[in-house]
């Protein structure tokens, strides 16, 4: 796997801080699923 490096606000940052808590999931899971379902999303409207 590779890493990144995502620079976010200061408010970005506190948002994904309490989703992860309310998620119990990492800030890791949750971008890499945001990535994912947006790229997706890209994919189909260019179909």
Same mark, same amino acid.
């Given at each position: 796997?590779? #890493?990144?490096?995502?620079?976010? *606000?200061?408010?970005?940052?506190?948002?994904?801080?309490?989703? *992860?808590?309310?998620?119990?999931? *990492?800030?890791?899971?949750?971008?890499?699923? #945001?990535?994912?379902?947006?790229?997706?999303?890209?994919? #189909?409207?260019?179909?």
């Amino acid at each position: 796997m590779k #890493a990144l490096n995502i620079r976010f *606000s200061d408010k970005e940052h506190e948002n994904l801080q309490q989703t *992860s808590k309310n998620l119990e999931r *990492s800030i890791n899971d949750i971008v890499r699923e #945001a990535v994912r379902q947006y790229l997706q999303k890209l994919e #189909a409207s260019n179909l």
